[in-house]
T-cell receptor, first 115, second 113 residues
Framework: AQTVTQSQPEMSVQEAETVTLSCTYD???????LFWYKQPPSRQMILVIR??????QNATENRFSVNFQKAAKSFSLKISDSQLGDAAMYFC????????????FGKGTRLHILP | AAGVIQSPRHLIKEKRETATLKCYPI?????VYWYQQGPGQDPQFLIS???????DKGSIPDRFSAQQFSDYHSELNMSSLELGDSALYFC????????????FGSGTRLTVV
């Protein structure tokens, strides 16, 4: 079965510092995509960043970047210069296959930003 | 840019009542997914539709049904509501090109009292 594992239920980081959220996944496919979603208190699900598995270069979106280790099936999210607005639940997600590639989510990491 | 529209945003129902949730996907998106997210939980896949046909089914109770209409909007019908059905219900849409990503609506918060 396809799985996504986030081993850190909660994390805290000082404002302006850098934090890394971990994610591992399991798949037998060679070509796939990985996502990080942010869910703030409003509970809107917002796409933060997307990685294509066939690309060796790590994806970057402004202060957000990933460390993608395909062989290790690891997909961590780094947030630089953390801001108060980054406080949210972060979900690592993977299109879990099947006919329509429905997204499978990890359990999430709640990120607290300390002023 | 157009987003995924869900209605209503909030819904309060009594036990044993029926609820209907609606989802309007982004234009030209051909796949719709429904998820249920309980308090403090990760979203759980319920059901999906591709080109108006049911595509995949997850942990959806038999009391729930869904369909996708000719205009691609989808409705999730929930009958004999139970207190445990209280949750945030997300709809997401995508195109079949896998790298396009998935766009989520703002969700419908259902409270069963």
């Amino acid at each position: 079965a396809q799985t996504v594992t986030q081993s850190q239920p909660e994390m805290s980081v000082q404002e302006a510092e850098t934090v890394t959220l971990s994610c591992t996944y399991d798949t037998s496919e060679s070509d796939y995509y990985l996502f990080w979603y942010k869910q703030p208190p409003s509970r809107q699900m917002i796409l933060v960043i997307r990685q294509e598995a066939y690309k060796q270069q790590n994806a970057t979106e402004n202060r957000f970047s990933v460390n993608f280790q395909k062989a290790a099936k690891s997909f961590s999210l780094k947030i630089s210069d953390s801001q108060l607005g980054d406080a949210a639940m972060y979900f690592c997600a993977y299109p879990g296959g099947g006919r329509d590639d429905k997204i499978i989510f990890g359990k999430g990491t709640r990120l607290h930003i300390l002023p | 840019a157009a987003g995924v529209i869900q209605s209503p945003r909030h819904l309060i129902k009594e036990k044993r009542e029926t609820a209907t949730l609606k989802c309007y996907p982004i234009p030209r998106h051909d796949t719709v997914y429904w998820y249920q997210q309980g308090p403090g939980q990760d979203p759980q896949f319920l059901i999906s539709f591709y080109e108006k046909m049911q595509s995949d089914k997850g942990s959806i109770p038999d009391r729930f049904s869904a369909q996708q209409f000719s205009d691609y909007h989808s409705e999730l019908n929930m009958s004999s509501l139970e207190l445990g059905d209280s949750a945030l219900y997300f709809c997401a849409s995508s195109r079949t090109v896998r790298n396009y990503g998935y766009t989520f609506g703002s969700g419908t918060r259902l409270t069963v009292v």
